[in-house]
């Protein structure tokens, strides 16, 4: 152990430092989420909601594009990032019944940074900004809602009027979507 | 031992360097293996055979029978036994004087004070969570001036590494994170529209199946919720005809197992062990600081240093002490932050453990913290760390407050 003595002695040189007892330590997932939180930088169709005061790991965000197809739409997502951030990435669910190709019924959500291209460089806003992205541009590519990603990449116009008349609630191809307007 | 009864020619204390106080530091002193799996089995096996005499092992797993390929301490009949309590139980019926311990739980569950006791840590982990617990665990215990050494395997197939971390020393866990391989997950839209793999079926019966039908958490150590899972994964599979829908890939799958290579887990485990030998005996310089091996394309090693994060979240940021008057404000502390030279921060979000204390952005943070500002710091706060940070720095920075 004489090389811990050695080292521990020039650390000791170097700096005296200041304690805290380990129980009212912050976990470095919550500075990192700090950081994160606080370093947004969203457009104003973009709102955040923290719901449950003092805790910033579960909170809403509200988009309500300007334009695209779901101009004037109010979408909401809940986000949920666990102890293991940034390893794991935020996880985000819309929570509305929405129609739109790359969302599907349950909210789930296809969108590359938010599973297998996360990667702990990246940040919630870099989440953020693709999913206004994915509202913005829908894409028929990575479907979770296969009919109307089909619709999408047939019939642009039949897809605008499919979502005008989701969006208002109601009913598309035999399945009811939520009043979102 | 006559290892240690010459001086190495590399050895780094040679003034100070006896033999006899060597071998007698090797049987006096406590060692923990963290993890009794692969890893764990070597690095048991091989302290008690260099000479260590004294020994933890924890780990909250159960034997079971796909172990039983590399762990070599655990037979057919240990199926189901705690692998801690097994491990322990061989390695001291096969080597004479040595002590084992074994606690069969989670490294969470045990106080801080219980790893106190211990020269040196050796972990044989293979979760990234559990490995952050310790390595942030002996970081804050180095705060007490109590630094115990961690040497830290790890093994993925045909790849592996070991490093030796002097916590609040060197680079540690946390510094590195960046190069934990991430886990393997496959596109959303492929597990729900279009599988082509037997791993996707799995994945869609894990990931949009479970949540839909069941309002528990999935457990795989629970056989009707492993069941449910390969079931519904192999129908799934079926009406894509998809083959190769198992039950050991089920599992694999669902709890992101890498297949272990018995001889990666001996080699790290071997170069771990050799480490903590030198560190107990001084014999030889320490490994400085981090080996990764390579077996799949042809063999490689290569030893570097890691450098040590000034914003690491664990072990980076030194905690500073800001004086502050018993009379003052919240807002009247912010303010003596950002005219703080060594800070120079324009916009700080503070929090604590236990509540937001001030956020500056986003708008509906920095509302409902707004009226924190007008109430006296000393009722907001007490001993505990308070964390800063700032948009425009790369860093965070840990506050102790001490009053007048
Ligand atoms: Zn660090």
């Not at chain 2, 799996?37 to 020994?55: A, P, Q, Y």
């Not at chain 2, 510094?175 to 869609?204: F, Q």
């Not at chain 2, 290579?261 to 001996?266: E, H, R």
């Not at chain 2, 500073?320 to 018993?326: I, L, R």
Request: glycine share 4%; hydrophobic share 35%.
């Amino acid at each position: 152990m004489l090389k811990l003595r050695q080292l521990q002695k020039q650390k000791q040189q170097e700096k005296q430092q200041e304690t805290i007892s380990s129980e009212s330590k912050v976990q470095s997932s919550q500075i990192r989420l700090q950081k994160d939180i606080t370093e947004l930088d969203l457009p104003p169709s973009i709102k955040l909601q923290f719901p449950n005061e003092g805790d910033i790991s579960n909170f809403i965000i509200t988009i309500q594009p300007r334009e695209g197809y779901y101009k004037n739409g109010k979408f909401r997502f809940s986000v949920g990032v666990t102890d293991n951030f940034p390893m794991e990435p935020p996880k985000i669910k819309c929570l509305q019944k929405i129609y739109h190709p790359n969302i599907d019924l349950e909210g789930n959500i296809c969108l590359n940074i938010l599973r297998e291209d996360w990667s702990p460089v990246l940040n919630l806003n870099s989440v953020i900004i693709g999913l206004n992205f994915l509202l913005l541009e829908p894409n028929s590519n990575d479907p979770l809602n296969k009919q109307a990603a089909n619709v999408l990449s047939k019939n642009k116009n039949l897809f605008a009027s499919n979502v005008k008349s989701s969006m208002r609630g109601g009913y598309v191809d035999d399945e009811y979507y939520d009043h979102i307007m | 031992m006559e290892l240690l009864g010459k001086i190495g020619p590399y050895n780094e204390v040679a003034d100070e360097y006896d033999a006899a106080a060597s071998v007698e530091a090797l049987s006096e002193s406590k060692v923990l293996v963290i993890g009794a799996g692969g890893l764990g089995c070597e690095i048991l096996k091989n302290l008690s055979l260099t000479g260590f005499k004294k020994i933890h092992v924890i780990d909250m797993d159960t034997i079971d029978i796909s172990n039983l390929n590399r762990q070599f301490l655990f037979r057919l009949k240990d199926v189901g036994k705690s692998k801690a309590e097994v491990a322990a139980k061989f390695v001291e019926s096969r080597t004479q004087g040595v002590e084992i311990v074994p606690q069969f739980c989670k490294i969470q569950d045990k106080p801080l004070d219980y790893y106190k006791q211990f020269v040196c840590i050796i972990c044989g982990l293979d979760s990234v969570e559990a490995r952050r617990w310790i390595n942030a665990t002996l970081v804050t215990l180095a705060g007490e001036d109590i630094i115990i050494p961690l040497i830290d395997g790890g093994t993925e197939g045909f790849k592996g590494q070991s490093r030796v971390i002097f916590p609040s020393i060197n680079s540690c866990y946390e510094c590195t994170l960046d190069l934990v391989t991430p886990k393997i997950t496959y596109p959303v839209c492929t597990i729900a529209t279009t599988p082509r793999l037997p791993e996707h079926c799995i994945e869609w019966a894990n990931e949009i199946e479970w949540p839909r039908i069941h309002s528990t958490k999935f457990d795989a150590d629970n056989p009707d919720h492993v069941e449910w899972m390969y079931q519904t994964s192999l129908a799934r599979a079926e009406s894509f005809n998809i083959t190769g829908v198992t039950k050991s890939l089920t599992l694999g799958v669902v709890k992101n197992i890498i297949p272990a290579i018995a001889s990666t887990n001996a080699i790290i485990a071997a170069s771990c062990c050799n480490e903590a030998f030198k560190l107990i005996t001084n014999c030889n310089p320490m490994l400085d600081d981090y080996m990764m091996y390579s077996g799949d394309e042809s063999i490689f090693t290569y030893t570097y240093k890691n450098i040590k994060k000034s914003d690491c979240p664990v072990c980076g940021n030194d905690l500073k002490v800001v004086k502050a008057e018993k009379w003052w404000n919240l807002k009247e502390f912010i303010e003596e932050i950002k005219h703080q030279k060594d800070i120079q921060m324009t916009n700080p979000s503070l929090s604590t453990k236990f509540q937001k204390l001030y956020f500056s952005s986003p708008e509906s943070l920095r509302l409902a913290t707004e009226k924190n500002l007008q109430m006296k710091l000393s009722d907001l706060v007490g001993d505990e760390e308070v964390i800063v940070t700032d948009p425009k720095l790369p860093i965070s920075l840990r506050v102790r407050i001490v009053f007048n």
